[in-house]
């Protein structure tokens, strides 16, 4: 179970929050092989300074459209679909969006198996057969 936060900046309308969090879902399924039912996202629209972010780290251009997407998921992904999934969203956002390649940021955290637990106080993946992860 990938949890998803998605940071924005105050302004976006619902139609664009919905298309960003399907883009991002879209994206993990794709290129991660997260199941299409596995979706936990918090999406948090920031007021002016709250979201702060250096404009030009790395010399690339970010402007107020910029959006953080921080994945903390079960560790096991290869470099490459790393990669890919990073592709895949940003063609997927300026397609729906309209978001500019230079305004997205992601970053992935991964952990083990035994770090989740969705509900009933038990180390969910542990004690569940993988065939109920689906």
Not at 12 to 36: D, K, N
Not at 71 to 82: F, Y
Request: with cysteine; aromatic share 8%.
């Amino acid at each position: 179970m990938p949890v998803v936060r998605i940071d924005v900046l105050r302004g976006r309308s619902e139609r664009e929050l919905t298309a960003i969090g399907s883009c991002v879902h879209q994206a993990m399924t794709a290129e991660l092989g997260v199941p299409e039912r596995d979706r936990f996202q918090v999406l948090t629209e920031h007021g002016p300074g709250r979201l702060r972010f250096d404009p030009s780290y790395l010399d690339i251009d970010r402007s107020d459209a910029w959006v953080l997407v921080h994945i903390t998921l079960a560790a096991g992904r290869s470099t490459e679909a790393k990669q890919s999934f990073y592709a895949s969203l940003c063609e997927r956002l300026a397609d729906e969006v309209g978001l500019r390649h230079e305004d997205l940021a992601v970053v992935l955290v991964e952990n083990e198996r035994e770090d989740w637990s969705f509900g009933n106080g038990q180390a969910s993946y542990l004690t569940l057969p993988p065939e109920a992860w689906r």
